[in-house]
């Protein structure tokens, strides 16, 4: 990360005990700090409940929104929904360490905290592994890939035995992708 995002560091030595509501709009500037470039357009609401406690934080995020990305099989661009959740316990210890998921430890004197990489990471892992453009599973997508994949794909058991050459595996589950509906 280049430099923190300074909109995401809460000061809480600040805040009062209990529970502390922040809102975040995220868009693309917003990973350009990250120098990810994979999402064409992002628009996604990230809610934090920080909730301070005596002798520790509770960090509970949940983002919700729509990632623009290009479609794995076709390079199409659409609209990936995302949503997520996740929860950050904040400890204080002798030094700092993250080596924990989902349990942070700062140094004891510490009076700040920057949420951004978590946020960062919660949209990341929001998204499928394979990016699929919806009308692709509908048969609504007019593009040249698909019909060139249409093409290439066996038309029947029969035919396949007529040509003796294998085919490419790879094709079968692109095939099965236009075929499940």
């Known amino acids: 990360m280049m430099k923190p995002l300074k909109e995401y560091t809460i000061p809480f030595i600040g805040l009062k005990v209990g529970k502390h509501h922040f809102d975040y709009q995220i868009d693309n500037k917003f990973f350009e700090c990250f120098e990810y470039d994979d999402f064409n357009a992002v ?11 005596s002798t520790f934080l509770e960090l509970y995020f949940e983002i919700t929104g729509t990632v623009n990305v290009n479609c794995d099989l076709t390079n199409e661009p659409y609209n990936q929904a995302v949503e997520g959740e996740f929860k950050l316990v904040v400890k204080f210890g002798e030094e700092y360490n993250d080596e924990f998921e989902d349990i942070l430890i700062i140094p004891h ?3 700040e905290i920057n949420v951004a990489q978590y946020i960062y990471e919660l949209i990341i892992l929001s998204m499928p592994a394979k990016r699929v453009h919806p009308g692709v599973e509908d048969g609504t997508l007019d593009s040249d890939i698909l019909k ?14 007529e040509t003796s050459e294998e085919i490419d595996p790879r094709w079968n589950t692109l095939k099965k992708l236009l075929t499940d509906k």
């Open 43 to 53: 628009d996604v609401k990230a809610n934090l409940v920080f909730e301070k406690k």
């Open 109 to 111: 004197g510490e009076y």
């Open 148 to 161: 060139k994949l249409e093409e290439l794909s066996p038309k029947s058991l029969s035919e396949k035995e």
